[in-house]
């Protein structure tokens, strides 16, 4: 009979990484050796070793203040207006917004933390468990997703595995780090199942990565991979997959029944806490329209050039909150201390212009992201489920990877496929712009779209109430409080 017991700090070694370490916060089989695991046929003591390593990923990518964070803001998505005290939070979001941060951000220390973290438990569980050749090759894949997040977002980052864990790392180059990604995938991916798993990896989750890191190689190392991206992206389309003809679907509170998305981290408002969208987007009086159990903070909006980009018929543009709102009982909601400069006065009402961003943002100001449910009565945590990779992502990309390799036809097919979902007309050519735009219609709101403006030119272009960036900015710095315990780093070239 399995016990279970929901802390423990013996059955698993603990491991020192980058100068910290953390308790081991899982459930764990009391008593249970790596003898009984390599010898048991029984794969729900599998299971429950996985576990510790994906509540890990799933940790506070859908929070504020980190890794999610620091990519919608740095792009032309979102932005988080001061409104006087309001948000001022010691100015990083105006900065990140403008291209001006500084080495010692918050924001970029957690991104990071949240990341190794997640490599270091399951550096922990490898070392456990070496035998158990089905758990470490789906660990050692699972390793290269928050490592893909690293080398898109800080490059040059150590490479820490089973092997090399403890003391003080040294950078890796980018290049070794995709290197690193794409072997520990390739080595291990025939070993993953070809079901339809969700919130666990399988064959075609890995191939999603693959499809990613080759998308954006040329970024990475200088080296296009276009023939590859467009090789992966084929192998997910070609699985347990297809588009959801109800595009919201997707992003529901209940969406585990969705046949379109391919990894997702498993949110639950009471057991996997971490997502708190409607709190950093929805104004304080929203509690009122969905009956939320907390007020919301009144933060995160689009940009008004971003969301009037979209086409009135493209089922999409409803990612966003516009216009009056109402309580949940149909009533208006009057928001009674709105600035009296405010043109749509107390009614509260989302409009496309921000005034300003900073220091007296309306209250108003902005369309909000409404992409995802906020289910009645919700609390601070939401429950649905974030999607990672998803099959409109990966057509996508098989579009663009086609088009860089002068395959028309393909791009065009696949291209229309998403915008034929969206309830758009189907486009007779294709262009650069369209891809790109088509990106960010579909991709709104799930940390792509930094990534997708560096790789077509547009990161370092001004935008609304930002100036032209420097080039080194398409790298965020290797934190300094990271630097400060770990001497043996080096900062990124430009900071």
Known sequence: MLKYISKICLVIP????LGSCWELDQEVLDGVTPEDVANSDN?????????????????SWGGHNSIWSINEVASDEMAIPQKGPDWEDGGIWLRVHR????TSEDAFNNSWNYCFTAIGEINNLIISFPDVELLVAELKVLRALPYLWLLDSFGNVPIVTEESTGGNPTNNTRQEVFDFIESSILENIDLLAKADTKTTLNYYSAQAMLAKLYLNAEIYTGTPRWADAEAAANEVISGPYSLSSNFFSNFATRNGGSTENILT???????????NLAMMTLHYLNQNTFDLSAQPWNGYA???????NFDDEDIRKNSFLEGPQFSSDGSRLEDLSAEENDPDGPPLTFTPDINMLAPNALRQAGVRVGKFEFAPGAGQELSNDYPLFRLGDIILIKSEAAFRQGKMAEALDALNQVRTRAGLTPLATITADAIYEERGFEMFAEASRRTDMIRFGKFLLPWWEKESSQEFRQLFPIPLQQINANPSLKQNPGY
Do not use: Q
């Open 14 to 17: 603990m491991v020192f990484l």
């Open 43 to 59: 794969p729900e003591l599998v299971e429950v070793l996985k576990a510790s390593a994906y509540s890990r990923i799933v940790g």
């Open 99 to 102: 291209h001006t941060w500084g």
């Open 265 to 275: 981290l498993p949110y639950d408002e009471n057991n996997a806490a971490g997502f």
């Open 302 to 308: 689009s940009l008004e050039e971003f969301y009037n």
